[in-house]
């Protein structure tokens, strides 16, 4: 979970990858945070890239100025919507100019983010403990946190970050809601699956494009409950905070804490159904533990 306080730096973790965080108070102070780091970066040579919502990226491209074409820049908001495609943007990014190492500021939870996407940036901040050691000496990421939020971000970047992600992957979602419509379902039901939930996300207002992406992602991990949760699983679908939300829980177990944000292999067995869902939804929750898996879809209706 987020804590409440705001200090203003915490250490590397111990794995190499560096990854720290800052809390700013103001634009002023963002500014004077980012602005230093990013010179060093460019001083020493190397790949600079944030990715900040938009507004932050217009206030350090103003403080670079002459300077500031050198830069990526990219728009958290819209390339980390679903905070599980930052993961696969970092290492693309990365594996564009291997030879050169990367600094990075990359804000995931900006202000404006729903509870729900907080959480999941909480554990996108484990994961990237898990994800990055391959790139050990290579890779530098320092990510900004408002003081609007209210929120501590030293218990995320821990010395051991695959036992904060472990924790965090292996811990239930909050209770599907009691008034949510409920089907059980086995590989004979996936049919009637997509048509009840394609009734109600026409109920909800969704365009057919985003019914169309819904389904298939729907139908990518009920199947994954069928093949790998024991045979069948439970579909719960209700609207809540201007979204769609689809839960899918079963019996199975996930042992890999990054399934959906690294591509497997063609040949591999399971995780292409969690990563199809990562780029057809707004938001994917996982969670995987000894009482089965869940995997929770978020649509936004507007």
């Known amino acids: 979970m987020l804590k409440d306080s705001a200090p203003d730096r915490h250490r590397p973790v111990a794995s190499g ?20 780091f990013v010179q ?11 990715v900040l919502p938009e507004d932050r ?3 350090l491209r103003k403080a670079l100025d002459g300077v500031a074409d050198q830069l990526i820049f990219l728009d958290m908001r819209q390339v980390g919507r679903n905070p599980a495609r930052i993961i696969p943007l970092w290492r693309r990014l990365l594996d564009q100019a291997p030879d050169i190492p990367m600094r990075g500021l990359g804000e995931p939870a900006y202000v404006g983010r729903s509870p729900a996407e907080l959480e999941e940036t909480a554990l996108h901040e484990y994961l990237l403990g898990v994800a990055f050691t391959e790139y050990a000496g290579r890779f530098r990421l320092r990510c900004p946190y408002s003081a609007e939020l209210g929120v501590d971000p030293a218990g995320l970047h821990p010395d ?10 292996r811990h239930p979602l909050p209770a599907v809601p009691v008034g949510a419509q409920r089907q059980e379902f086995g590989m004979g039901d996936l049919n009637a699956v997509r048509r009840r939930v394609n009734l109600a996300a026409r109920s909800a207002g969704l365009n057919d494009d985003r019914i169309d992406d819904l389904e298939l992602a729907l139908h990518e991990i009920c199947t994954n ?25 079963d019996g199975g177990r ?7 944000r690294v591509l497997p292999p063609v040949d ?3 995780g292409r159904g969690v990563w199809l869902a990562n780029q057809l939804c707004d938001l994917v929750q996982v969670r995987s533990g000894a009482t089965g898996t869940q995997v929770r879809l978020h649509t936004r209706v507007r």
């Open 57 to 59: 990226n217009s206030l």
């Open 268 to 270: 591999g067995l399971g």
């Open 17 to 36: 990858f560096q990854h720290d965080a800052f809390v700013y108070t103001d634009e002023e102070d963002f500014v004077r945070q980012t602005s230093a």
């Open 40 to 50: 060093a970066g460019l001083d020493a040579g190397e790949t600079v890239v944030a």
């Open 225 to 249: 409950s069928v093949r790998f949760g024991g045979g069948r699983g439970t579909l719960s679908w209700w609207t809540a905070g201007g979204e769609l939300i689809c839960d899918v829980a």
């Open 254 to 260: 996930i042992d890999d804490l990054l399934v959906g």
């Open 160 to 169: 051991e970050p695959e036992r904060g992600a472990d924790v965090s992957f």
